[in-house]
């Protein structure tokens, strides 16, 4: 294979051109090659039972470089030059049926194998799209919404525009050139339904239904039975139409979980495909991954986008964490009162620019060890003010944060498996959480004592065994296209020698974030040996310990410049998933005043924005 120069200087202007002239018309005729050709690598990343999927919208010739209308349409010039590259490289488009065969043990997929689908079924596909495959003969997967195809246009053409949709008849024509598979992107599904009583409209696959009028939600066979009624009428289109029994199903928005991904089993669509997530995929997964293209990359984007995928995991293991814990309970009971609130803390939360929340989603109301009310839909606990789901919501959607749930240990003193019931509730009504944090406040301190006891031992046994439970749910539930991390909390008052990297090994196969919350004002002693076997620790051990900070004992100014200088110590030793505790309208102030610093992830001081000043236009206050 040439070098990026070799291959650029024989390749000839007009091979490129000519299929660009396909479907371009001359309006890229003048462009210099260097700005439409990449290198071309010849390093194999991968075997031949893995492989990524890139996935991409619409594609019109005036789709600007920067700020297009749209931020997932690619321009047929860059689409061009993608596909030139491609078909010189040592990456190789593959089908959804060499997927299966290679699924099923028979004729192994190409190394450096990828997958290219087209979402939605716009025009586009078959006007500028189409004709690149027949001349590059590259394979092509194309997702169509089938009760969009049958006329239910509404949605396709506000997205794309008026007329802007394939129809049934371009359809049997793309088919039958061979390089083109169809895929179902559900018959109904490709749209929000009510997720709560607050009206939020979310992804129809994996939502329970709210149903307002009967002041419920769905249950459990509703929502299989909408489902599969949904997932089967589109596989029964596609055949009807293609001629062609679909194979798969890509689901829209990506909203995607193991329980969907059976249903959709169930229906005849035995390959599942999410949104989203650059990731390696195995023949074997249960739901395959693929990184979407957005605003309008070139084939250097698409390139770095494809090899970035192999180093997923490690992006998203050294990803910093700036967090609050926030009690729900802290909101009213009325709706109207309780969204005013949530606003406030969002705007406050959005003007510090940290990146996550920390909710805690259960209640001892009256403090006597005993969790009595729940902010979220479940069988076993009252529900004090089912806001959980509208929280997670406004805070992914508005600000763009990670939203993690604490569960207490605590709940399996109540009863057995409690901690694990509640999650699996938790997470069905709540598929857009990052994670679950299970909160063992003390329970666990005797593991960093110097002696261990056999009391001490069983308890470490029981929660393993809660932690293993978790993740078995978790992997039921959650967002396939939004990877799910459990995190074990410790509230640390003592720290013997060698104890934590202990700790960290114990529960490692379980455990992605470790929270340990300290109380530095109090306890400097146990922060100093904290701070000690820390730095002892390699870079992947450092990365998955999230510190918080309490707050409960601040009162002074100093103290407040204590935990200040605590976190940048925190920063310099490595650490750089940092929380604090209680964050609350009353705090607020002081938080943004002193730990701004250390807790806002905002690189530019153009943006700084402190919502406690404000503007007096003019006058003096």
């Given at each position: 294979m040439k070098s990026f120069k070799q291959f650029s200087k024989q390749l000839s202007k007009s091979v490129l051109m000519s299929a660009c002239l396909v479907i371009c018309g001359s309006a890229f005729a003048d462009q210099p090659l260097a700005q439409l050709m990449v290198k071309a690598e010849q390093k194999v990343f991968f075997d031949q039972q893995h492989f990524v999927s890139l996935t991409f919208h619409d594609v019109r010739d005036d789709v600007l470089k920067v700020g297009d209308r749209d931020p997932y349409a690619i321009s047929t010039q860059n689409l061009v030059q993608f596909f030139e590259w491609l078909k010189r490289s040592d990456?190789?488009?593959?089908?959804?049926?060499?997927?299966?065969?290679?699924?099923?043990?028979?004729?192994?997929?190409?190394?450096?194998?990828?997958?290219?689908?087209?979402?939605?079924?716009?025009?586009?596909h078959y006007s500028r799209v189409f004709p690149l495959v027949k001349e590059y003969k590259?394979?092509?997967?194309?997702?169509?919404?089938?009760?969009?195809?049958?006329?239910?246009?509404?949605?396709?053409?506000?997205?794309?525009?008026?007329?802007?949709?394939?129809?049934?008849?371009?359809?049997?024509?793309?088919?039958?050139?061979?390089?083109?598979?169809?895929?179902?992107?559900?018959?109904?599904?490709?749209?929000?339904?009510?997720?709560?009583?607050?009206?939020?409209?979310?992804?129809a696959a994996i939502t329970r239904q709210y149903l307002a009028a009967s002041k419920r939600y769905e249950t459990q066979q509703e929502y299989e039975q909408r489902?599969?009624?949904?997932?089967?009428?589109s596989r029964e289109i596609l055949t009807k139409e293609v001629g062609v029994a679909p194979m798969a199903i890509i689901w829209p928005y990506g909203a995607v979980n193991v329980e969907t991904e059976k249903l959709a089993q169930q229906a005849g669509l035995p390959l599942s495909f999410s949104l989203g997530t650059d990731?390696?995929?195995?023949?074997?997964?249960?739901?395959?991954?693929?990184?979407?293209?957005?605003?309008?990359?070139?084939?250097?984007?698409?390139?770095?986008q494809m090899t970035d995928s192999i180093h997923y995991k490690a992006f998203t293991l050294y990803e910093p964490i700036r967090a609050l814990s926030l009690d729900l309970g802290q909101f009213s009971q009325n709706y109207a009162q309780a969204d005013q609130q949530l606003g406030q803390i969002l705007d406050?939360?959005?003007?510090?620019?940290?990146?996550?929340?920390?909710l805690n989603v259960v209640e001892d109301q009256d403090r006597?060890?005993?969790?009595?009310?729940?902010?979220?839909?479940?069988?076993?606990?009252?529900?004090?003010?089912?806001?959980?789901?509208?929280?997670?919501?406004?805070?992914?959607?508005?600000?763009?944060?990670?939203?993690?749930?604490q569960l207490p240990y605590a709940l399996e003193q109540q009863k057995a498996q409690f901690s694990v019931q509640l999650a699996t509730e938790l997470l069905k009504n709540n598929t857009g959480l990052d994670g679950i944090i299970l909160n063992t406040d003390t329970a666990v301190q005797?593991?960093?004592?110097?002696?261990?006891?056999?009391?001490?031992?069983?308890?470490?046994?029981?929660?393993?065994?809660?932690?293993?439970?978790?993740?078995?749910?978790?992997?039921?539930?959650?967002?396939?296209?939004?990877?799910?991390?459990?995190?074990?909390?410790?509230?640390?008052?003592?720290?013997?020698s060698d104890k934590l990297l202990a700790f960290l090994n114990q529960y490692h196969d379980q455990v992605e974030l470790f929270n340990f919350e300290l109380d530095s004002i109090r306890q400097p002693q146990t922060f100093k040996q904290f701070i000690q076997q820390v730095q002892s620790l390699n870079a992947e051990q450092k990365?998955?310990?999230?510190?918080?900070?309490?707050?409960?004992?601040?009162?002074?100014?100093q103290n407040w410049q204590n935990i200040q200088a605590n976190f940048l110590v925190l920063q310099r030793i490595g650490i750089q998933k940092l929380a604090v505790n209680r964050y609350d309208l009353n705090n607020a102030a002081k938080i943004q005043t002193y730990l701004y610093t250390p807790l806002s992830l905002n690189q530019s001081p153009l943006t700084y924005r402190n919502p406690f000043i404000y503007t007096t236009k003019g006058k003096s206050p």
């Open positions: 990456w190789h488009p593959v089908s959804l049926k060499q997927i299966m065969q290679a699924r099923q043990g028979g004729t192994a997929l190409p190394k450096n194998a990828v997958l290219i689908s087209f979402d939605d079924g716009a025009l586009s590259i394979p092509v997967v194309f997702a169509l919404v089938t009760s969009w195809m049958n006329g239910n246009t509404k949605a396709i053409y506000e997205a794309y525009g008026q007329g802007n949709a394939m129809t049934w008849d371009q359809v049997r024509e793309m088919q039958k050139s061979g390089w083109v598979e169809f895929a179902s992107h559900s018959h109904d599904l490709h749209q929000g339904i009510l997720a709560n009583p607050q009206n939020n409209q979310q992804p489902l599969l009624q949904d997932l089967r009428k990731a390696v995929n195995h023949v074997q997964d249960g739901t395959f991954q693929r990184g979407l293209a957005v605003n309008n990359p070139n084939s250097e984007d698409l390139y770095e406050l939360t959005n003007a510090l620019k940290s990146n996550a929340l920390l006597d060890g005993v969790y009595d009310s729940a902010y979220f839909p479940n069988h076993d606990l009252p529900v004090k003010a089912d806001v959980l789901n509208r929280t997670v919501w406004q805070a992914k959607t508005r600000i763009f944060n990670s939203v993690y749930a005797c593991v960093f004592q110097r002696v261990e006891t056999s009391s001490c031992a069983e308890q470490q046994k029981h929660l393993l065994q809660t932690l293993k439970h978790l993740n078995q749910n978790a992997a039921r539930y959650s967002n396939i296209s939004n990877p799910f991390k459990l995190g074990l909390q410790v509230q640390l008052s003592e720290l013997k990365a998955k310990i999230m510190v918080t900070l309490v707050l409960d004992s601040v009162q002074t100014e």
